[in-house]
T-cell receptor
Framework: AQSVTQLGSHVSVSEGALVLLRCNYS??????LFWYVQYPNQGLQLLLK??????LVKGINGFEAEFKKSETSFHLTKPSAHMSDAAEYFC???????????FGQGTRLTINP | GAVVSQHPSWVICKSGTSVKIECRSL??????MFWYRQFPKQSLMLMAT?????????EQGVEKDKFLINHASLTLSTLTVTSAHPEDSSFYIC?????????????FGPGTRLTVT
């Protein structure tokens, strides 16, 4: 079975600072990995995904994530935080050939002016 | 492309009544739709998976007689919460995918907030 652990339920950074949201996964087969963002009272928007190929994945809004198999990690980063980045972020895993997504607990990102 | 809508966006109902939530894929055909439930400040919990024309597959612990799911067409799935109670108050999110494309990517709706009084 797959599982996802997001370290830190709440991360707070200053505007312009580096954003780092941590995600570790557990999967017995090669995973597909996703980061989603959720703004208050809205659904989920896909930020980026890793399926195969290049392990550094670039997404929307300046975010990127690197798949590290040896560390079973898929951390999300952004070099310079913007106030509009304040939201809830979810890491998710799915295995090839399966439909079901397994979500992490979520990390609330707060940006301080 | 790949837009999913939900209706209503929010609903208040009285305890004991039933409420129906619609999930539509607007610009693609959804062979599979998923229904999630999200409690405040928590993650998404998958309730059920529905394939067009088939009965939904419910996750363990989800009452299928309470949460009725219908997926009668390739663009519409409905979730009916029957005999709603205050503990059913939650944010319900659907997602849709077209597995015929082979990608299994899910596209999420904007969610429906249900409040049962």
């Amino acid at each position: 079975a797959q599982s996802v652990t997001q370290l830190g339920s709440h991360v707070s950074v200053s505007e312009g600072a580096l954003v780092l949201l941590r995600c570790n996964y557990s999967s017995s087969v090669p995973p597909y990995l996703f980061w989603y963002v959720q703004y208050p009272n809205q659904g989920l928007q896909l930020l980026l995904k890793y399926t195969t190929g290049a392990t550094l994945v670039k997404g929307i809004n300046g975010f990127e994530a690197e798949f590290k198999k040896s560390e079973t990690s898929f951390h999300l980063t952004k070099p310079s935080a913007h106030m509009s980045d304040a939201a809830e972020y979810f890491c998710a895993v799915r295995v090839q050939g399966a439909q079901k997504l397994v979500f992490g607990q979520g990390t609330r990102l707060t940006i301080n002016p | 492309g790949a837009v999913v809508s939900q209706h209503p966006s929010w609903v208040i109902c009285k305890s004991g009544t039933s409420v129906k939530i619609e999930c539509r894929s607007l610009d693609f055909q959804a062979t599979t739709m998923f229904w999630y439930r999200q409690f405040p400040k928590q993650s998404l919990m998958l309730m059920a998976t529905s394939n067009e024309g088939s009965k939904a597959t419910y996750e363990q612990g989800v009452e299928k007689d309470k949460f009725l799911i219908n997926h009668a067409s390739l663009t519409l799935s409905t979730l009916t919460v029957t005999s709603a109670h205050p503990e059913d108050s939650s944010f319900y999110i659907c997602s849709a995918s077209d597995v015929r494309k082979g990608s299994y990517e899910q596209y999420f709706g904007p969610g429906t907030r249900l409040t049962v009084t």
